[in-house]
């Protein structure tokens, strides 16, 4: 029986694929006392689990592709923001000190400072400031799953993938996915994301937007509703989506994916063309984008 859900459209699009669910990022983190010989090697952990995070991140933005009309350069900066995150003394100081007077565990001392970062972040009144809680999130995350050997792997594709029909494409569904996530999956060339938190001005969004990949983000309960394999249209300038489709709802969406298709053709004909009106007034047109390659 088919399902149809809400949430919030932070990438336009319509896309039809099938779901692949992530692991989940509700990390189980212990807390523990450690004994006073053991502060210096548990210090030692966090700073070999900064350098391991540091070397993902450089990796990761050594992949992003060239020729995207200098979208490129911004996503990278994106991917910049989390290493100087990784090393950010409001970050980093509060975790050592708190190792060092509590005498506690890499991992419970993160999550101390993290929840208490995050916590400043959404009280703050500016929206797109507010965001800045999921990078909080993210790079702190990261930092956990390697101090936790949780890392995530990601569907990055396979170079021996066997002859015959190529698979369909995958709609990731997960809790939330990181910036660097968004690169490697936009490569496996994914066909959308949906996430159970996030919101429009996440960096995150910006990158799906960037790529030209739908998304929604902030569908609640998004992995214990949608089942692994199930067939998925994701409308994301609605904030929809339909589990379980049947046969009627593919064709109206494939039909509405052409037209959407169709239109951008036509427009990409004008977007050379001088802004005039028909009685001959000149037009200065001026837009508000996140990305130079929206100008496009």
Known sequence: MSLWLNGIGVSRGIAIGRVQKLSGGDLEIPEYTIAEADVDAELRRFADAQARGREQLRQVRSQVPSGMGGAENEIAAFI??????MDDRSLTDAVVATIRSSRINAEAALKRQRDALMAVFEQMDDAYLRARRDDVKHVSARL?????????SLPVGDAEAPAGPPPEPSVIVSDDITPADIILLAQAGVAAFITEYGGPLSHTAILARSYGIPAIVGL???????????????DGDLGHALADPDAQALQFFHAKRNQQRERRAALSGLKDKPAISRDGVKIRLLANIELSEDAT
Do not use: P, S, Y
């Not at 956990?144 to 995530?152: C, F």
């Not at 609640?220 to 994701?234: K, M, P, S, T």
């Open 80 to 85: 910049d923001t989390h290493l100087l995150m």
């Open 144 to 152: 956990l799953r390697i101090l936790l050997n949780q890392e995530r």
């Open 220 to 234: 609640h309960n998004a992995r214990r509703l949608f089942r692994d394999g199930e067939a998925v249209i994701v």
